[in-house]
């Protein structure tokens, strides 16, 4: 179980790394659905055995991030018929590499962290998901792949969360599960506005507000 | 039960305010609901020490105050919106109290929540109701506003969420500690991890700082409370960056007997205080007075970190800003919104001799721009009054006088645009003044009220109030005076 636990974060990592490396939005979307399933598999490997609470925790994580998330944003794309990213703020080439930095920053500070939890790769996988997540909401353009962003951000304070599964009641699991559900579908719906008035998805357009 | 009833009363408004077939139903929902559960609020004041699902959800002082101030905004704001709504279309009299309702059930989650991981669902869900009604005009500006809302607000709740995970490690796995309960956080806050528990404040005031608004994570503001409809603004400058404040309160709470306050409180001086210094910077030569409101906003969001991180006096003043800020900010978005609607435009310079076309808007435009600079007799001098002589207390001397340099800045600032709004002769912009009118009372009737309870609370706190100001202070590490 340990060891199935372990290859399952490393096939976390690269399917961050596959978000950072790929212009095309579908791309993205397929690799964020990947990690959701991965996600959602984790809790009872992490657990090691099994147990109504990681059970029913597993299958409410895939249903909303393998499933229902990644077909609302194809379904985004779709109607606003945009395949790729086109101008991120930093190429792709870079922001691999930036992403690299991050996965050596990350097992560095884990390292360093007092361990109470005994997942030793669960701590670094989640920062580097974080950080990950981070620079693809800040360095791309396109409302939808910001929106991937913010899931793997949510999804790297998920699996610290996974460290914490046995003390943090289930009901509250829940109720974060449903405010991230909710939190995408709203942006969702914004999405599919900024593209019935701009005629593209790109958040680039939105500019006009600033300071004269 | 009660606490159960005052989360669950405006639930269910908001399901029925979606279900209601009209408009006139609506309406009476809103009002009713609002007046329901301020009833509900005052109630809670005359018991002690409730508590529902396991300590769950349980009734503090500082709770309280903050569940209050949100009851009271929200029933002005709600009879606000049913004068406002009058003329609109039906999509808009189903959204508002929809949205407004899930704001209310939200927000009270938040102020009576003793469990962290509870309080940051309801932080989120006040974070999402309001967005739809920052959308209201259906435009490329208000999507705009609405987009960077959303990410960046979604961005530092979601780090909030961080931070309560790293509570959670910080606390051990033994008897009488049951996970991220506020009270056995408090009671056994010598046993938690101080270096996890550092790191869930760090993230804690960059996360709730993000929805409260403090420099630099203020940069949706401007643009939110600028396209927002004023009285989602007033009820979000209001209402939701207090129920924000209270999050970190509670952090706050957590480190102080953890003996971190020394490691909390400068954090939170500096957050304070550069907030001051950016609102300064960007209320002078400031051209939109709704953006003007916003910065103000960045002001006393700051003046509440400063006055937590102060201790003593200030922590005092901090929870007696709580109520004058919300209060005031109520007051001014409402007013402003009337101004706004007269002159069709929010650009100052476009809205001139106000006092001789909307006497009675201009002259609540003035009270509430002595209330807002901390000009006695109004309640926010008072705390303002103990946040910097709370510096001066604890030996911050240099605190004190930058606090007191920007204040008279932001007041200059605000002063010369709102001044000229209500007296200014319209010589260079004949168009900018409206022929006179009288005013609906809707539009006044609210921010009367509001003027009141901030000139009330300026020159006398009744004797419960004051008990439960000294209470939420001496939790928070602060002493009344």
């Given at each position: 179980?340990?060891?199935l ?115 030793s ?25 910001q ?9 790297g ?29 709203v ?26 | ?33 609002a ?18 699902f ?14 209050s ?5 929200f ?97 051990p ?37 993000t ?26 400058a ?10 970190l ?25 550069f ?207």
């Amino acid at each position: 179980m340990r060891a199935l636990a372990e290859l399952f974060l490393l096939l976390v990592v690269l399917t961050d790394f596959a978000v950072l490396g790929t212009s095309r939005l579908s791309a993205c979307i397929r690799a964020i659905a990947l990690q959701g399933l991965l996600l959602g598999s984790l809790p009872l490997l992490v657990e090691g055995a099994w147990s109504v609470h990681a059970a029913v925790l597993g299958l409410g994580t895939i249903a909303v991030k393998a499933v229902l998330l990644p077909a609302f944003l194809r379904w985004a794309i779709r109607e606003a018929s945009v395949r790729r990213e086109v101008e991120p703020l930093v190429g792709y080439m870079a922001s691999l590499l930036l992403g690299a930095l991050a996965l050596g920053a990350s097992f560095a500070v884990a390292h360093r962290l007092p361990q109470s939890a005994d997942a030793s790769l669960l701590v670094p996988v989640a920062l580097v998901t974080l950080m990950i997540g981070l620079l693809v909401l800040i360095t791309r353009s396109k409302a939808v792949s910001q929106v991937v962003g913010y899931l793997m951000l949510e999804n790297g304070i998920y699996l610290f969360g996974l460290t914490q599964t046995r003390r943090v009641p289930f009901l509250l699991e829940a109720g974060v599960l449903l405010d991230v559900f909710v939190a995408v579908f709203v942006m969702g719906i914004v999405v599919f506005h900024i593209n019935r008035e701009f005629d593209s998805i790109s958040a680039a357009n939105l500019a006009e507000l600033r300071e004269y | 039960m009660l606490l159960a009833a005052i989360v669950l009363v405006p639930a269910l408004g908001a399901a029925l305010a979606y279900a209601a077939p009209r408009r006139a139903t609506r309406s009476a929902l809103l009002v009713g609901g609002a007046t329901l559960h301020l009833l509900l609020v005052g109630w809670l004041w005359t018991t002690t020490g409730a508590t529902a699902f396991a300590g769950w959800l349980a009734v503090d002082a500082l709770g309280l105050l903050v569940l209050s101030l949100v009851s009271v905004l929200f029933i002005v704001t709600a009879q606000y919106a049913v004068g406002h709504l009058r003329g609109e279309s039906t999509r808009d009299s189903r959204v508002y109290p929809t949205c407004l309702f899930a704001f209310l059930a939200a927000a009270s989650l938040v102020s009576l929540s003793h469990h962290l991981a509870l309080l940051w669902v309801g932080m989120e869900a006040t974070t999402l109701s309001v967005a739809p009604l920052i959308y209201d005009r259906h435009d490329r500006r208000s999507l705009e506003a609405v987009w960077k809302y959303l990410v960046l607000s979604s961005v530092g709740i979601a780090l909030a969420l961080l931070a309560v995970f790293l509570l959670a490690t910080a606390q051990p796995s033994v008897a009488g500690q049951r996970p991220l309960l506020l009270d056995d956080l408090v009671a056994g806050a010598a046993s938690l991890d101080p270096r996890w528990l550092r790191a869930a404040f760090v993230f804690a005031i960059v996360g709730f700082g993000t929805k409260m608004g403090l420099a630099p994570l203020h940069t949706w503001k401007p643009d939110t409370y600028g396209e927002a409809p004023s009285l989602v603004g007033g009820l979000m400058a209001g209402g939701l960056t207090s129920c924000a404040f209270l999050g970190l309160a509670r952090f706050t709470q957590v480190l102080i007997p953890a003996g971190l306050g020394t490691f909390a409180r400068p954090l939170l001086v500096a957050f304070g205080l550069f907030s001051l210094l950016v609102a300064a910077a960007f209320i002078i030569g400031q051209a939109d007075v709704k953006r003007l409101l916003a910065y103000s906003s960045v002001e006393h969001v700051g003046l509440l970190a400063l006055g937590l991180g102060l201790g003593g006096l200030g922590t005092y003043g901090a929870v007696l800003h709580v109520l004058n800020n919300g209060f005031v900010k109520g007051l001014l978005f409402l007013v402003v919104g009337n101004l706004v609607l007269a002159s069709g435009t929010s650009a100052a310079t476009d809205i001139r001799g106000m006092l001789r076309a909307r006497p009675v808007s201009a002259l609540l435009l003035f009270v509430g721009l002595l209330a807002v600079s901390g000009s006695p007799p109004f309640g926010p001098f008072l705390s303002e009054f103990a946040i910097v002589s709370g510096a001066i207390r604890e030996h911050h001397p240099w605190v004190a006088a930058s606090t007191l340099l920007l204040l008279g800045l932001i007041f200059i600032g605000i002063a010369r645009m709102m001044l000229e709004m209500i007296l200014g002769d319209g010589r260079s912009a004949p168009s900018a003044v409206p022929a006179p009118s009288r005013e609906a009372s809707w539009m006044v009737a609210g921010p009367m009220a509001l003027a009141g309870i901030v000139l009330v609370l300026g020159l006398w706190l009744p004797r419960p109030l004051r008990e439960h100001l000294a209470q939420a202070a001496a939790t928070l590490g602060g002493s009344a005076p």
